[in-house]
């Protein structure tokens, strides 16, 4: 079953694993330049030089993501958690075969949704907090009047 902490658990798990994974692509970039570079045309009137800085640059994002999936599935399968046993609270998290395809998919999902994950746990831990202050906290009003005094 999914609970409230259970979903806070999960998303610091991927939140946590897709930072890490963002920190080795950028070792990863400082050691290998053609990570690192921006490509512009060396002619602008040539449309021959847009298309191959055009394709260097496709090229690099390409291999910075490549990269950074992974490397975050490698994280998953040594961690060897499954998330979506944390997630669902189903028995251990612990996996049998942590290098299983299964477990390296989860890289995919947290590069990818590393943005949306980390919007969605900022909004579960809110909730979190509001829940267990159990106060309510009326908007402050104030009294009108037209007439002068």
């Known amino acids: 079953m999914v609970t409230l902490d259970s979903s806070i658990s999960f998303l610091i798990y991927i939140t ?3 930072s890490a994974a963002a920190g080795i692509t ?3 970039k400082s050691v290998v330049p053609f990570l690192s570079v921006d490509y512009e045309p060396h002619d602008d009137e040539k449309q021959e030089d847009h298309h191959l800085a055009g394709r260097l640059t496709n090229y690099k994002k390409f291999t ?3 990269v950074s999936v992974c490397s975050a ?11 979506a046993k944390i997630l669902t ?11 299983s395809l299964d477990i390296m998919a989860w890289g995919i999902v ?7 994950f ?13 829940m267990d202050n159990n ?10 009047s037209s007439t002068k005094k």
């Open 89 to 99: 609270q189903s028995g251990s998290a612990a996996v049998d075969s942590p290098w």
């Open 26 to 28: 950028e070792a990863v």
């Open 16 to 18: 946590a694993v897709s």
């Open 118 to 130: 980390h919007s969605i746990l900022k909004i579960l831990e809110g909730l979190r907090m509001n």
């Open 64 to 66: 910075n993501l490549s």
């Open 135 to 144: 106060t309510f906290t009326p908007k402050p009003v104030q009294k009108v």
């Open 110 to 116: 947290a590069v990818f949704g590393s943005p949306f």
């Open 73 to 83: 599935s490698v994280i998953f399968a040594l961690l060897g958690l499954d998330p």
